[in-house]
Structure formats: structure tokens, C-alpha cells
């Protein structure tokens, strides 16, 4: 952590915004160091941060829908243009690429400026290839404008985990995690919705315009309410000092990417996300595909089941984020605990509903739904989880960098995910089998998640450790006495 100074300390630092302002518009005062921050504050100022944090979810969903939105046309792609099921994967493999790649540059300048000013470029910059997205006249062209695409979704999502670990305390995040996860799974379903209905009605080009265009007007509303949360507001000990006007100042240089690498709970996350998002950038993506040409079902019941499948993330992202929560109120290792549990548990139900013989239409139809709900919520809820373990073991100055590291790891088997679900399927002449391959990728993961039973609560520890003791540097340079 770099050195401590004064809040009337000349330029290179990090400003502090006055107290009201370091919640996102809600701050209240603390006095309790580890629930420090934890809630918004009360009447007016509550009121502007809730519409903050609903305006945030907002984007975050049509951004999310921007990376779905041309799945449930893949036959009517595949047949304008003439490519096979791997040119596919590579279209979705670049937009994933390109959207880590992104994270990195975004997650360094999120440590350092505006956050707002960071998102809103970021949204605007993302949105307009995909608008264009639906005027693309061949593979080259339309390859070029979904791989421009993933800088949207790339570069928002590091700002908005370093925005969301100053706004609110490590026992609150469990809950904010919650619904940021949400907020993209919802998207993703957002997208396949209304790129299933509006494709079979208008042509697949329309769905495109349609996502990206609501983006705009959210991320101006956006600008106008919100404001930038005072780094290190949220930390127990620091928070208070925020609180009465002092500044919590830490450098931030490119060499400090390897002291992320040195906090094994990072490590144990990073290893898992990119086995654990294998399997979730495969099924989902070829799902209504698969229902098309291996069950016989029509386009519309394909996505109806898709829904269900949704649903089920959905449900499960946002039970397994509170429900993590809880468990780490109670005991930081329970967290992810719960997290290996439910994925291998997840991983057989995927298996069961992959593979089960169809039953007839009406009934294999019902028996599909409740088995994707099913399969989906349980694997679903380790994602807000994984969030929130990174925030409560990384300084405030470091999370949009390791966000945008976890990012790329996520992408990594997002895009792997992908891009193998398209090669073993034109290898093996079956995208079941491809899915079923993906499935698996979630039994290692499960594994490695147990190291981070006995990861986090040391490494959560040593971070409330260094913030008490940066705390102390602030009272001393600051002039504000102890009156603990």
C-alpha cells in the first residue's frame, strides 16, 4: 500500500468527497468498525442511492444482453452467410476476448480516476457496435462488430465492482453482490428473449438495435444522479475517518499486479473461474440450438425452455448471494463451503437434463423446464459469492484491478467455453455431446474451491488488519484524534 497523506495534500492523490457524498449519495455515520458502511443512509439521500444502484443494475442488464442477443438466431445466421458451427464459436470466443483484454486497461484506470466518468465512455463505446451489429452484410463484418462489442461489457464490469466495494461494507456486499449478479444473468436472458421472439417475428438483425439503444439514455440519467464514492469509505476504520473529511490516499503502479497474485484466495478464484465458466459460456449459448436440432422442439418452446433455464440462474445467483452471505456473517469459510457444494451438485443435474430421453412434447417440454431450473440455480450460486470473497481480501485501491483480472480469467473459459462447444461439435457431429464434454469442467472446480475454506478467513483477516493500521497513518497525519 502506498504512503498516507493529509486530505490538503497536493496533486497524485486520491480525493475524498464530502461525507454525504461517499456512499453512492447515502452515507450515514458509523460506529461500529467491521459495519462500517454496510447500509445506505436514510430519507432523501437513501431514497438517490437506491435509484443509483437500480439505474446500475439497468445497464448492467442490456449490457449482458448485448453478449446473448444472437444465440437463438445461430440457424438463420449460420445459413445467410454459409458458416459452420466453429465460425460461430469464433465470433463469440473474439467478443469475449476482446472484452478481457478491455478489462485489464479499464480496471487500472478504475484504480486511479473517475469511475462514472470511466463507465459512461465505456457503455457508449461498447453500445454502438452492437447497434450496428444488425447492418453487418458479411461473416468478416459481423465478426469485426460483436468482437468490438465485448469492449462494453469488458470495460464496465471492473468500474462497477471497484464502484460497489467503496459504496458498501464487507458484511453488506454478500447482498449488493446479490443483485449485481442478477442484474447480468437477467440480461442474458433479456437478450435470448428478445432476440427469440423478435428473430422469428422481424429477422435477426432487429434484436441488436433493440438492446443496445436503451443503454444510452440509462448511462446519461446515470451521470446526472450519481456520485463517485470516496475510496476506502467502506473499510472498517478508514470509513470513519472518511466520514469526518479525512482522505484515504494509496499509489497505484502496473507492479502491483503481482502482489494480487501473492493473496492465495485470488489465485484459488482465478484457477476456478476459468474451469467454472467453461461449462456456463458452452450450454447456455448453444442451448436453444441444441433443443432445435437434437429435440425436435420449435424455436419458440427452445427459448420457453431457455427462459426456465434462466430463471433458475436467476434464482439461484441472487438465494446463493444472500444465502452466502449469511454463511459468511457466521463464518467467512462457510462461503465458499457452500459454493463447492452446489456446483458439483449442479453439474449432475446439468448431466440428468442433457441426457435425459425425450418423454413425449407436452411432457418432455415440462420435464426439460423444471430440470434446466433446477440444474441452473444450484451451479448458478457461486458467481455473487466469488465477488464478494474478492472484495473482502483486496485494498480498496486494488479491486478494479483484480476484477478486471478475475475478468479475464472468467473470459478465458467463457470464450473457451464457447469456441470448444463449436469445434467438438462439428468434431463430433453432435453439440450434445460438446455440451456434455463442457459439463464436467465444473467437478475440478468444485475442488479447488475447498482451498478457499481455509483461504478466505486468513486472508479477509489480514485485510481489515492493514485498514485498521492505515486508519491509525490517517488519524496521525490528519490531525483527527482517536475517540474510539
Not at 430 to 457: D, R, T
Request: proline letters at 5%.
Amino acid at each position: 500500500m502506498g504512503r498516507l497523506r493529509p486530505p490538503w495534500s497536493g496533486a497524485g492523490t486520491v480525493s475524498a468527497t464530502p461525507p454525504v457524498a461517499s456512499r453512492w449519495c447515502g452515507g450515514r455515520g458509523a460506529d461500529q468498525s467491521r459495519r462500517s458502511a454496510d447500509l445506505p443512509g436514510r430519507g432523501l439521500m437513501a431514497r438517490t442511492s437506491h435509484l443509483v444502484l437500480f439505474l446500475l443494475l439497468l445497464m448492467m442488464v442490456c449490457l449482458n444482453a448485448d453478449q446473448m442477443v444472437m444465440s437463438p438466431n445461430i440457424a438463420e445466421i449460420k445459413r445467410e452467410f454459409g458458416i459452420e458451427d466453429s465460425a460461430i464459436g469464433a465470433i463469440q470466443g473474439a467478443f469475449t476476448i476482446v472484452g478481457a483484454l478491455i478489462s485489464l486497461v479499464w480496471g487500472y484506470m478504475a484504480d486511479r480516476f473517475s469511475r462514472k466518468r470511466l463507465l459512461l465512455f465505456g457503455v457508449l463505446v461498447g453500445e454502438i457496435p452492437c447497434f450496428l451489429s444488425a447492418f453487418v452484410q458479411s461473416y468478416p463484418q459481423l465478426f469485426v462488430a460483436r468482437a468490438l462489442t465485448g469492449i462494453g461489457v469488458g470495460a464496465v464490469f471492473p468500474v462497477v465492482f471497484s464502484f460497489a466495494g467503496d459504496a458498501y461494507g464487507e458484511l453488506q456486499r454478500g447482498k449488493i453482490n446479490a443483485f449485481l449478479s442478477t442484474a447480468l444473468s437477467i440480461g442474458g436472458i433479456a437478450g435470448m428473449v428478445v432476440a427469440g421472439f423478435m428473430g422469428a417475428a422481424y429477422g435477426w438483425r432487429t434484436p441488436f438495435m433493440v438492446v443496445s439503444l436503451p443503454n444510452v439514455l440509462l448511462v446519461i440519467l446515470f451521470m446526472w444522479i450519481a456520485r463517485e464514492p470516496a475510496r476506502g469509505a467502506a473499510e472498517a476504520g478508514v470509513g470513519e475517518l472518511v466520514e469526518q473529511g479525512a482522505v484515504y490516499h494509496a499509489q497505484v503502479s502496473l507492479a502491483d499486479y503481482l502482489d494480487l497474485f501473492r493473496i492465495r484466495t485470488n489465485l484459488t478464484l482465478f484457477l476456478q473461474g476459468v474451469l467454472g465458466t467453461i461449462p456456463w459460456g458452452a450450454i447456455p449459448y448453444y442451448l436453444v440450438y441444441f433443443l432445435e436440432g437434437s429435440r425436435g422442439l420449435t424455436k419458440e418452446s427452445a427459448t420457453l425452455v431457455f427462459i426456465f433455464f434462466g430463471a433458475g440462474a436467476v434464482t439461484g445467483i441472487f438465494t446463493g448471494g444472500l444465502l452466502g452471505g449469511v454463511l459468511y456473517r457466521r463464518k467467512p469459510g462457510y462461503m465458499p463451503l457452500l459454493c463447492s457444494a452446489t456446483t458439483a451438485i449442479g453439474t449432475l443435474f446439468v448431466l440428468v437434463t442433457l441426457n435425459i430421453p425425450p418423454t413425449g412434447p407436452a411432457n418432455g417440454l415440462v420435464v426439460l423446464a423444471a430440470l434446466g431450473f433446477v440444474a441452473s440455480g444450484t451451479a448458478s450460486m457461486t458467481g455473487p459469492n466469488v465477488k464478494t470473497m474478492l472484495m473482502n481480501v483486496n485494498d480498496p485501491e486494488n479491486r478494479g484491478r483484480i476484477f478486471s483480472i478475475f475478468n479475464l480469467t472468467d473470459s478465458l473459459g467463457t470464450g473457451m467455453g464457447q469456441f470448444l462447444g463449436g469445434v467438438l461439435s462439428t468434431m463430433l457431429g453432435s453439440i450434445g455431446a460438446a455440451m456434455n464434454i463442457s459439463a464436467l469442467f465444473w467437478l475440478p472446480c468444485s475442488a479447488i474451491l475447498l482451498v478457499a475454506v481455509f483461504a478466505l478467513p486468513r486472508d479477509a483477516e489480514r485485510l481489515r488488519r492493514r485498514m485498521l493500521e492505515s486508519a491509525e497513518a490517517m488519524r496521525r497525519e490528519a490531525g483527527i484524534s482517536d475517540t474510539s
